[in-house]
């Protein structure tokens, strides 16, 4: 223990960061820059490559920042992990999707375990930060390397931390926002703090691993209960015929006892419309119900049908059905201002109305594909005369720099879900 707390104080330590996306490439290179040196670890040989040339894929990481810190020796990528002996920490940052059945898929996590366990040494210490079910750390990772023959708290140091990352936040990023840490065992938690300190200009140690696992499931379900909440509003204020943006508007106007939250066309991104869920899958297996997140969920899940829905009776209203008709939706990322089109909800909008014949087309200034088989046709200028040739414009991702106004005279139809024209008033203007 001593030996580890010396090499994280003097920064000879050997950092290692397990998967190199999102989380994992703003960790590891804000750790280069702390002045450690780092070994990335990823089994995506493109993610490898682009390290190497010094060019970014993740927009929260500038390219320079990549080309400083693997000039100074610093950082490197590898996807060797057997290199892993040769390090002295491990952040575990893999994905944790979803089943098929809505059961957490943490074979990502199993895998990254396993190749820690092969390069297990005395002193090591290991903080899984990908979101999971509580108990994951202690049920899952704890056995297995313990098999190896060495003792938590004393020949190795286990803990969980979980990510907190706001993609394209201007303000909050690695370093700047509160770290919570819950270690297997006291010493546990005393090496991950000292680990993070170095970089963090907070650290929330918590009384254990549960704690801090079930941290981050709260902060997501918070977020996914109230959008789920302002968005039944929403379908009710559809039904009587009442403006739900000027209702929050007003309502926000409260100075305490009031948070507005607002309402879209359903959740994106990785982690509220999935981690919720971690949390009402264990509840389960614990004999408990978790009822708002449950209901939550199938609220926000039904939002990309009420879209098309409103699409359906617009164009019906036009005496044009959506079999046939040209539909642009205009912004496919989860969210305004990145490239990350995770559980995008534009996703489902487009296999939807794909499926009833439309011929649906996508404009996006940040994203340049999207996956097969998901339809649709890269528009590639946000112009007038681009955008006349469409009976219908879903604003799903109101981007920065997109000049949406124009779309008041230039569709013959706007559904605009993300008030992007700020309460225009048109008679081709629907909105959510």
């Known amino acids: 223990m001593a030996n580890l707390l010396g090499k994280l104080e003097n920064k000879t330590a050997h950092l290692g960061v397990l998967g190199l996306g999102y989380v994992g490439l703003p960790l590891a290179v804000s750790y280069a820059k702390a002045g450690f040196k780092v070994t990335g670890f990823d089994l995506d040989l493109e993610k490898v490559a682009a390290i190497e040339r010094g060019e970014s894929y993740i927009i929260d990481v500038p390219s320079e920042d990549l080309r400083e810190t693997g000039a100074s020796g610093n950082f490197r990528a590898t996807a060797n992990m057997q290199e892993l002996r ?11 999707p979803l089943g098929k059945t809505r059961d957490p898929d943490i074979s990502y996590i199993q895998a990254a ?7 297990m040494h005395p002193g090591m210490l290991i903080i899984l930060e990908s979101t999971t079910y509580p108990g994951t750390t202690e049920e899952v990772i704890l056995p297995r390397l313990q098999e190896t023959g060495l003792a938590v708290g004393e020949d190795f140091f286990l803990a969980f931390s979980p990510e907190r990352v706001d993609p394209g936040n201007p303000v909050y990023k690695t370093t ?50 109230n959008i789920g909440l302002v968005n039944e509003i929403a379908l009710m204020c559809n039904a009587m015929d009442i403006d739900v943006w000027e209702v929050i508007e007003g309502a926000a106007t409260k100075p305490f006892g009031f948070m507005p939250f607002y309402p879209g066309p359903g959740l994106g991104g990785h982690c509220i419309p999935i981690d919720p869920f971690y ?44 079999k046939g008709s040209k539909v642009l939706v205009a912004g496919v990322a989860y969210k305004a201002g990145i490239d990350d089109i995770r559980e995008s909800p534009a996703l489902d ?7 009833m014949g439309g011929k649906v087309s996508w404009y996006d200034p940040f994203v340049r594909e999207i996956p097969e088989p998901i339809p649709g046709d890269r528009l590639r200028e946000w112009s007038p005369a681009a955008i006349a040739g469409f009976d219908a414009v879903l604003v799903i991702t109101p981007h920065p720099g997109v ?27 629907i909105r959510l």
């Open 176 to 225: 700047n926002i509160p770290k919570v840490v819950g270690g297997v065992t006291p010493a546990c938690t005393e090496a991950a703090v000292a680990l993070y300190e170095n970089i963090m200009e907070r650290v929330v140690p918590v009384s254990t691993v549960r704690v801090a696992e079930t941290v981050k499931l709260l902060e997501n379900t918070f977020r996914s209960v």
């Open 279 to 322: 949390l009402s899958w264990k509840a389960k297996q614990s004999g408990s119900e978790a009822r708002f997140i449950d209901l939550a969920g199938q609220v926000n899940g039904f939002m990309p049908k009420h879209v098309v829905n409103l699409l359906v009776r617009g164009l019906n209203d036009r005496s044009r059905s959506v």
């Open 349 to 355: 909008i487009l296999e939807i109305v794909g499926e």
């Open 403 to 429: 000049d949406h106004s124009i779309l008041v005279g230039a569709a013959p139809l706007v559904l605009d879900t993300r008030n992007a024209l700020k309460g225009r008033r048109a008679d081709n203007i």
């Open 113 to 119: 375990v396993e190749s820690i366990a092969a390069a």
């Open 86 to 96: 040769n390090v002295d920490t491990v952040n575990i940052c893999v994905p944790t």
